[in-house]
């Protein structure tokens, strides 16, 4: 027998104990393992209930950087004409869509946790940062079958006599994928606490992360940048990522530090978990 919050609990069989906690920096990490299967269940059930009910299903990963592609080439390509380092338009614009992608992917959908979960988390006990987990695992599954289309398309411009020049950056590719994860989560936590309060911050969200595509080096290389506006542009933590991802497999350009990428991404992402972790608690009286 034993005594918890001031009630004498005879059944000595308890193995979770769930009760308040006002500290910030209670994170919890060890209960994200403890619900493991859970993660899995719902990445399961969310890539499931996407595109059961649509007529080509799974073909849409393909579909939509194909025609986004296509649609980059003519206009910026074909219309304006900005180069691209004398890299295929096709190869260079779906490089950088998948990765683009992927990270508003993390960052849209998280974004929107509270308000799209909040009927199952007033009912029922679970780590409240399983979903945005969740999240993340299913843009990254949607991204090796993107890349599987952008290993095709290189492929085939292989075999029509294109040059490669890839280097060990290469072996970078997982640590970029991880950073672009990590960066799309930390800002997306930050969105979803501050969303609970303020909504119409989410009608933003969208607006916002197409200007900062046009921020980042997706539709034109970085040489095209201004040298006055390098120092500012590179501010942006994607820069280094998808010009290390074309450097990497065309070897065209020069790689880009990522140290303050990644003392960034380190931020947002720690801030993001504290100010989620804080707001979980109390989000059911404002959403």
């Known amino acids: 027998m034993r005594r918890m919050d001031n009630i004498m609990v005879k059944n000595n069989d308890w193995d979770l104990v769930i009760k308040s906690n006002n500290r910030w920096l209670d994170l919890k990490f060890a209960e994200l ?66 990765f683009w992608s992927f990270f508003s992917d993390c960052l849209t959908q998280t974004s929107s946790t509270f308000s799209a979960n909040a009927g199952i988390f007033g009912k029922v006990y679970f780590p409240r940062l399983i979903v945005p987990l969740t999240i993340v695992i299913n843009s990254l599954v949607k991204l090796l079958i993107q890349i599987i289309l952008f290993l095709s398309f290189l492929i085939y411009y292989l075999s029509q006599g294109m040059e490669l020049n890839s280097n060990y950056y290469l072996f970078l590719l997982p640590v970029l994928l991880l950073q672009t994860a990590m960066l799309g989560l930390g800002f997306g936590l930050v969105i979803s606490s501050l969303t609970t309060k303020y909504r119409d911050l989410s009608m933003l969200v969208s607006f916002g992360v197409t200007l900062w595509m046009y921020a980042t080096p997706v539709v034109y290389p970085l040489s095209e940048v201004p040298t006055s506006l390098l120092s500012l542009y590179r501010m942006n933590p994607l820069v280094g990522i998808i010009t290390n991802f074309r450097y990497a497999v065309w070897g065209v350009g020069q790689p880009e530090s990522m140290f303050f990428s990644w003392v960034f991404t380190f931020i947002i992402l720690f801030l993001g978990i504290i100010v989620f972790t804080k707001v979980e608690k109390t989000f059911m009286d404002t959403v």
């Open 33 to 98: 393992w403890y619900y493991r299967e859970l993660i899995f269940l719902f990445a399961k059930r969310d890539f499931v209930a996407t595109y059961k009910q649509t007529i080509l299903g799974p073909i849409w990963f393909f579909i939509q950087p194909l025609v986004s592609t296509v649609v980059f080439s003519i206009i910026f390509g074909k219309i304006a004409k900005i180069p691209t380092n004398n890299i295929p338009h096709y190869l260079f614009y779906l490089s950088g869509i998948i």
